[in-house]
Antibody
Framework: QVQLVESGGGVAQPGGSTRLSCAAS????????LHWVRQAPGQGLVWVAL????????EYSASVEGRFTISRDNVNNTLYLQLDSLRPDDTAVYYC?????????WGQGTLVTVSS | VLTQSPGTLSLSPGERATLSCRAS??????LAWYQQKPGQAPRLVIY???SRATGIPDRFSGGGSGTDFTLTISRLEPEDFAVYFC?????????FGQGTKVE
């Protein structure tokens, strides 16, 4: 079965950096686009970034463009999100999601808290 | 921008739920609905405006195209009480609506 398992969350300082990972299994990883979606505590869903199946196309929301970098390793079936210049409003659960169009499988999420 | 209404829908098991999602510009049929229960990740319910995702019971139905979309739950079961989000994937950024809570 499809599994997406995020890791790398925790507490980070404002202005600091952290990297999230998502280990995928149960499907042909290199055939699917992948996304990061975040959800601040008690709030709605916010799309963050996507990467195409082969890594050649990357898109970002305006709020993270220039600060976050999405990447993937099609040999080790892993998705990444590098978060730099972190701000308190980046505090959220970050979900790794499979989807070339609709978002059909979601990980359980990893919490990033930006606080001094 | 996707705008969902109402913000909260208060209903009883067995009743019909009708949720609305309106887009500020046409998204064709590139619209999905997700269900989220407390403490859980979202789950895909409807894609392509009207296609049910794998394992979704037929009491869930979606419709619409362009700018106006609807998710209908014909007879609410206890497990259907949750927050529902619409999302368009026709253009970037892939925006979500703010959610409708069915309580």
């Amino acid at each position: 079965q499809v599994q997406l398992v995020e890791s790398g969350g925790g507490v980070a300082q404002p202005g600091g950096s952290t990297r999230l990972s998502c280990a995928a299994s149960g499907f042909n990883f290199r055939s699917f686009g992948l996304h990061w979606v975040r959800q601040a505590p008690g709030q709605g869903l916010v799309w963050v970034a996507l990467i195409s199946y082969d890594g050649t196309n990357k898109e970002y929301s305006a709020s993270v463009e220039g600060r976050f970098t999405i990447s993937r390793d099609n040999v080790n079936n892993t998705l990444y999100l590098q978060l730099d210049s972190l701000r308190p409003d980046d505090t959220a659960v970050y979900y790794c999601v499979r989807g070339s169009r609709e978002l059909d499988y979601w990980g359980q999420g990893t919490l990033v808290t930006v606080s001094s | 921008v996707l705008t969902q209404s109402p913000g909260t829908l208060s209903l009883s098991p067995g009743e019909r739920a009708t949720l609305s999602c309106r887009a500020s510009q046409s998204v064709s049929s590139d619209l999905a609905w997700y269900q989220q229960k407390p403490g859980q990740a979202p789950r895909l319910v409807i894609y392509g405006s009207s296609s049910r995702a794998t394992g979704i019971p037929d009491r869930f139905s979606g419709g619409g195209s362009g700018t106006d979309f609807t998710l209908t739950i014909s007879r609410l079961e206890p497990e259907d009480f949750a927050v529902y989000f619409c999302q368009q994937y026709g253009s970037s950024p892939r925006t979500f609506g703010q959610g409708t809570k069915v309580e």
